[in-house]
């Protein structure tokens, strides 16, 4: 079957064990107001608008099967390496994903998700995959429709059934940013949800992003952001999740 990848990006050493090739696959159902990757949320190939450059697609459709052999040729290169999924957000064609997954087993795989999608389909990747990248967001409902435009109930359920009903391994990531997650009461829910959890390997912050904006123009869109995207962050000292945490820098993100 058919899907659509926005990017792939060869050589990083940051998303996930050893030297990793990244697939950005197109489409995101949330509309996280700090997405730094605007042009990964409509799910079809678009046409962007950089200034001073000519307009080029944004999307490519590739069979699941031409995909795979690709990425296993781009492999052998790559010692110990491996393939992250990321998006957008990668399950929003799980279908495409699992077809991909099918032709890959025996490699390092990871799906970077944010967990908004159906729990039949979370079950059927994490099942497939051999890491899960948990990315996390917002913690109540109200806050989580204000910030991303959708409520985190179902995202919570993925990452509970994840915990307890797979053996997959998983590490969270959370962007930490001011007024909306570096915040006493958001860190202090945050604990007492890590307190539920049995398996994750880890927590990753990731710094807010200066260039957040820098796309959103291309996209024939406006960046608004509704916190202080310079703002740089810490954990309080009194943070104690009982997970090992550590905050990522600038240059960690893809
Ligand atoms: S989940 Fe990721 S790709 Fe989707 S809108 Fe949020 S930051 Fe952007």
Redesign the pocket.
């Known amino acids: 079957m058919e899907g659509t990848v926005f990017d792939i990006s060869e050589g990083s050493i940051h998303d996930g064990p050893g030297m990793r090739i990244t697939v950005f696959l197109k489409g995101?159902p949330?509309?996280?107001n700090w997405?730094h990757?605007p042009e990964?949320?409509h799910p079809e190939t678009e046409m962007l608008v950089p200034s001073g450059v000519p307009p080029y697609p944004c999307g490519k459709v590739w069979q699941a099967e031409k995909l795979a052999d690709y990425l296993k040729k781009r492999l052998r290169f790559l010692e110990n390496g491996g393939v992250t999924f990321s998006?957008?957000?990668p399950l929003m064609q799980s279908k495409f994903l699992l077809e991909v997954l099918q032709f890959l087993i025996g490699y390092h795989t990871i799906a970077d998700t944010?967990g908004f999608v159906s729990s039949e389909e979370f079950a059927a990747v994490a099942q497939k995959v051999s890491m899960i990248f948990f990315?996390l967001k917002l913690l109540d409902d109200e806050s989580s429709v204000r910030w991303?435009g959708r409520p985190c109930s179902p995202v919570l359920q993925n990452l509970l059934r994840l915990d307890r009903e797979t053996a997959t391994p998983y590490r969270l990531r959370i962007p930490l940013l001011a007024g909306i997650t570096a915040e006493t009461d958001y860190l202090k829910k945050l604990e007492r949800l890590c307190a539920q959890l049995q398996r994750a390997e880890g927590i990753d912050f990731l710094p807010s992003n200066p260039e957040a904006g820098a796309k959103y123009a291309a996209c024939g869109r406006v960046f608004a952001p509704e916190y202080d995207p310079s703002a740089t962050p810490v954990l309080p000292t009194w943070f104690s999740p009982g997970i090992p945490c550590r905050l990522l820098s600038p240059g960690e993100i893809s």
Do not use: F, V, Y
Request: with cysteine.
């Open positions: 995101c949330l509309r996280c997405c990757s990964g949320q998006g957008g957000e944010c990315g991303t």
